[in-house]
C-alpha cells in the first residue's frame, strides 16, 4: 500500500512547539496538497504545490509552513501560531498540474497531531 | 464564492435500502464534480468523478447543472457501503470538499 506516505501516524507535542509532519510520495506526481480533517468540518486546504519550489496558500494557512524542495517530498510545519494544532492531517497528490480541470488526488494515511 | 454543501451529517439506512447522499455546489464556471470515500481505517480515495458518468460499487451521480446538484445514489444499501463520503469540486485548480456524510447501513 505505497505510493503515498505520512509519518509518523501519531504525534504528540506540548503547546508553543513547532512539529513538522512528513509527506512522500513515489508517484511522480507534480502536485501536492495538505489538508485538515476536523469532524464536521470536512476537509480544509492548507497549502498546496503544483510544482517543485513553488507551494500556494490554501484556505487555512495561517500558522502552518511548508517547502517542495524535492518533487516526492512535501512538509508541513505546524508552528506555535496554530491556534487550534490538534487535528488529523491528510497530504495529497495529483498526477497533473490542475489548470481548468482536476485529476483525482490520492491520499496518505494521516497523522494524527495532538498538542496539549 | 466556490463552495460545496452535504446538508447531512449521518445518513442511517437498513441493508437493502435505497441511499442517496446530497451534495449541493456553488460555482460560476464549469464545475468538475467527484465522490471520495473513507472507510473504517481505510485512506480516502476516490469513488466516482462525474464526467466518467460510471457506476462504481452500485454507485451513481448525476450532474444537475440547473439544481447545482451532485447527488449520490444507490438502489440497494449494502453494509459494507457504512463509510464517510465527501462530495468535491474541482476545475479552480484545487479541490473543494464538503463536510462530509457518514452512512451507515443497519443490518
Known amino acids: 500500500d505505497g505510493g503515498i506516505t505520512q509519518s509518523p501516524k501519531y504525534l504528540f507535542r506540548k503547546e508553543g512547539q513547532n512539529v513538522t509532519l512528513s509527506c512522500e510520495q513515489n508517484l511522480n506526481h507534480d502536485a501536492m496538497y495538505w489538508y485538515r480533517q476536523d469532524p464536521g468540518q470536512g476537509l480544509r486546504l492548507i497549502y498546496y504545490?503544483?510544482?517543485?519550489?513553488?507551494?500556494q496558500k490554501g484556505d487555512i494557512a495561517e500558522g502552518y509552513s511548508v517547502s517542495r524542495e524535492k518533487k516526492e517530498s512535501f512538509p508541513l510545519t505546524v508552528t506555535s501560531a496554530q491556534k487550534n494544532p490538534t487535528a488529523f492531517y491528510l497530504c495529497a497528490s495529483s498526477p497533473h498540474i490542475p489548470r481548468t480541470g482536476e485529476t483525482e488526488q490520492y491520499f496518505g494515511p494521516g497523522t494524527r497531531l495532538t498538542v496539549t | 464564492a466556490q463552495r460545496v454543501t452535504q446538508p447531512e451529517k449521518l445518513l442511517s439506512v437498513f441493508k437493502g435500502a435505497p441511499v442517496e447522499l446530497k451534495c449541493n455546489y456553488s460555482?460560476?464556471?464549469?464545475?468538475?464534480l467527484f465522490w471520495y470515500v473513507q472507510y473504517s481505517r481505510q485512506r480516502l480515495q476516490l469513488l466516482l468523478r462525474?464526467?466518467s458518468r460510471e457506476s462504481i460499487k452500485g454507485f451513481t451521480a448525476d450532474l444537475n447543472k440547473g439544481e447545482t446538484s451532485f447527488h449520490l445514489k444507490k438502489p440497494f444499501a449494502q453494509e459494507e457501503d457504512s463509510a464517510m463520503y465527501y462530495c468535491a469540486l474541482g476545475g479552480t485548480g484545487k479541490l473543494i470538499f464538503g463536510q462530509g456524510t457518514t452512512l451507515q447501513v443497519k443490518p
Open positions: 460555482y460560476s464556471g464549469s464545475p468538475e
Open positions: 504545490s503544483q510544482i517543485v519550489n513553488d507551494f
Open positions: 462525474h464526467i
